[in-house]
Structure formats: C-alpha cells, structure tokens
C-alpha cells in the first residue's frame, strides 16, 4: 500500500524559512517521480513543484521559483520541500504526492504550513 | 498557462438525481500524438486528502464507482454523478495534465439535500 506522510510544517514568520519532508512507503521510491500540491485555507488546489524519479529534472510554479526547492534522498525515501523567504499567500497545507504522468495518483494526509508574524 | 474554469462553484441535489459539473480549459488538452485528453478530476470529501477519480478525461480510476462518468474533448470536459448518494458530499476539481504548470480548476462544492 502506497504511504505518504508529510512533516515540518508549523508556524514562520514571514520571510523565514522551512523545510517540509515527506516520507514515502510501499512502492520503490526511485522508480517515480514525486511533486507537491498546496491548498490555501478554504481554497482550492495549486500545483507547487515535480522532481523527476532521479532529480535530475524538477519543475515549479511561477510564484515558488527561486524560493523553494524540491529535492529527494531515494536512498532513505524521502521527499523535501525547502521553503525559503516565505510569504503570508504561501500559508496552506502542503501535500506529498506521486504522480502517474502529470495526474496526482496518491496523496498524503498534508501538513499544514501557517506564514505569520 | 492553461486556465481552467469549472461551473458551478456549488450545488445542492437530492440523494439519486444526476449532477454535471463543467470544466474549461483556455487550450486544447488533446494530444495529437495519441489522440488522448489529459484531463483529471478529483473528490475531496471534507476533512480529507483530495482523490483521483478519472484520468485522461474519461478513465475511471481503479476502485472509483461507475456511477462517475468522465466525458468531453479539446477544451470542454464534463463529470457527470448518476444517482448521487449522501457519501459523494465533497469537492470536485478538474486538472490538466497536458502541460507544465499543471493547473486546477476553482472545484465544484456537491451538496446533498
């Protein structure tokens, strides 16, 4: 059975930074690429970033590059997302998930990052 | 980036009517090499992760009940709920998985009666 389960959110001040992690069981992890969706409180779902199987290719939305990085460890299974200069609009929970093609296959339970002084 | 618009943002039916909720794209999601629609719609019930429930615009995802039907082509997609029961109270989203940046439409709130 497919496992995903998320870490590392909590509470930042803006402009601070996080590190979100993402541990993966149940399926080879370096077999498939990986990638994180957010959803604001009470909106909708917004594509954050995709890291190809081995790393070596990653994508991101427009108003996440340059200050988020998604890396992995296929070694220990696990998916990051690194944070940085964090704003108020980045406050969601943040979802790990394993797309099939670019469709979002499985998903994790969230967890839920809150940017505020 | 491929816009996508869905209709309604929310709906109230009774327990065993028939929904249909819309979705737009700004660009057409029809591969010409395959002749394939890549076109997702997902389930979020409240509280809970969102789900896949049909891929390729009309590909039920393994487990997902019959009773959800994916249709359309090119621009102009449709899910349609026959026969809907209290437990499909959720959140619907349409997502094109066409082209980076993958986009989602604004969701459909399904309200049961």
């Known amino acids: 059975e497919v496992q995903l389960v998320e870490s590392g959110g909590g509470l930042v001040q803006p402009g601070r930074s996080m590190k979100l992690s993402c541990a993966a069981s149940g399926f080879t992890f370096s077999n498939y690429g990986m990638a994180w969706v957010r959803q604001a409180p009470t909106k909708g779902l917004e594509w954050v970033a995709t890291i190809s199987y081995d790393g070596s290719s990653t994508y991101y939305r427009d108003s996440v590059k340059g200050r988020f990085t998604i890396s992995r460890d296929n070694a220990k299974s696990t998916l990051y997302l690194q944070m940085n200069s964090l704003r108020s609009e980045d406050t969601a929970t943040y979802y790990c998930t394993r797309p099939l093609g670019a469709r979002f296959a499985y998903w994790g339970q969230g967890t839920l990052v809150t940017v505020s002084s | 980036d491929i816009v996508m618009t869905q209709s309604p943002s929310s709906l109230a039916v009774s327990a065993g009517e028939t929904v249909t909720i819309n979705c737009k794209s700004s660009?057409?999601?029809?591969?010409?090499?395959?002749?394939?629609?890549?076109l997702a719609w997902y389930q979020q019930k409240p509280g809970q992760s969102p789900k896949l429930l049909i891929y390729l615009a009309s590909t039920r995802e393994s487990g997902v009940p019959d009773r959800f039907i994916g249709s359309g082509s090119g621009t102009d997609f449709t899910l349609t709920i026959s026969s809907v029961q209290a437990e499909d109270l959720a959140d619907y989203y349409c997502q094109q998985h066409y082209s980076y940046p993958l986009t989602f439409g604004s969701g459909t709130k399904l309200e049961i009666k």
């Open positions: 660009q057409s999601l029809l591969s010409s090499g395959n002749q394939k629609n890549y």
